[in-house]
C-alpha cells in the first residue's frame, strides 16, 4: 500500500519559494506517477503538476513559469517549489500517486494527509 | 485543457434519499479503449479526497454499493442511491484523460 507524507515549512513570505516534499513508502517510485495537488481553504481541488519516476514533468500552464518538481529515489522522495508566491498560494498542498498500467492511466488513488501553507510576512 | 464542470454546488437530500450529481467536461475524456477517464472523489472535513468510481462507473474498493457512477463522453452523473449520514461530505469529479488533470468545483451533499 502506497502511503505519502509531505513536510516543509508551513509560512512562506511574499515573493520567496515555497518548497514542499513528499516521502513514499510502499512503492517504487520508478514505477508511478507523483503529483501535487492544491486547495485553498474552503474551495475547490487545483492540480499543480506531477512527475514520473524517470522524471518527466508535466505542469498546469498557469503556474508553469513558477512551478518545479524533482524527486530523489535514494531518498523514497519528491519535491514542490512553487516561485515569487503571493497570498493567493496559501493552501493544503497534498501530495498524491497514480499510476500507468501499459494500456491507461489511473486517477490519483493514493493521497497524504496534506500540509497547510500559508504565505504572509 | 479539458475544463470539468459539476453541477448543483450544493444539494440537501432527505436521509435514505437518492442523490445526484452531474459532472460535465469541455472535451470528450472517451478513451480508444472505450474506458471514459472521469473520477469521482469523496472529500469530508480535514481529510484528504478518497476515490469512489473510476473508469466512470467502476467503484473503488470497499466503497459501498449505493454510490454509482454513469455517463460516457462528456457527461457523467454520481449517484447514491440511499443517502446515508455518513455520506455527507464534499463531492468532485476529476478528468485523467489528459494533462492537466482537471476537477471540478465540487458539490456539498448535505442532510436536509
Known amino acids: 500500500q502506497v502511503q505519502l507524507k509531505e513536510s516543509g515549512p508551513g509560512l512562506v513570505k511574499p515573493s520567496e519559494t515555497l518548497s514542499l516534499t513528499c516521502t513514499v513508502s510502499g512503492a517504487s517510485m520508478r514505477n508511478y506517477y507523483w503529483s501535487w495537488i492544491r486547495q485553498p481553504a474552503g474551495k475547490g481541488l487545483e492540480w499543480i503538476g506531477r512527475i514520473h519516476g524517470s522524471g518527466n514533468t508535466n505542469y498546469k500552464p498557469s503556474l508553469q513559469s513558477r512551478v518545479s518538481m524533482s524527486l530523489d529515489t535514494s531518498k523514497n522522495q519528491f519535491s514542490l517549489n512553487l516561485s515569487s508566491v503571493t497570498a493567493a498560494d496559501t493552501a493544503v498542498y497534498y501530495c498524491a500517486s497514480f499510476r500507468y498500467d501499459g494500456d491507461s492511466f489511473y486517477p490519483d488513488d493514493h493521497w497524504g494527509q496534506g500540509t497547510l501553507v500559508t504565505v504572509s510576512s | 485543457d479539458i475544463v470539468v464542470t459539476q453541477s448543483p454546488d450544493s444539494l440537501a437530500v432527505s436521509l435514505g434519499e437518492r442523490a445526484t450529481i452531474n459532472c460535465k467536461s469541455s472535451?470528450?475524456?472517451?478513451?480508444?479503449?472505450?474506458?471514459?477517464?472521469l473520477a469521482w472523489y469523496q472529500q469530508k472535513p480535514g481529510q484528504p479526497p478518497k476515490v469512489l468510481i473510476y473508469w466512470a462507473s467502476t467503484r473503488a474498493s470497499g466503497v459501498p454499493d449505493r454510490f454509482s457512477g454513469s455517463g460516457s463522453g462528456t457527461d457523467f452523473t454520481l449517484t447514491i442511491s440511499s443517502l446515508q449520514a455518513e455520506d455527507v461530505a464534499l463531492y468532485y469529479c476529476q478528468q485523467y484523460y489528459s494533462a492537466p488533470r482537471a476537477f471540478g468545483q465540487g458539490t456539498k451533499v448535505e442532510i436536509k
Open positions: 472535451h470528450s475524456v472517451l478513451q480508444t479503449n472505450n474506458k471514459n477517464s
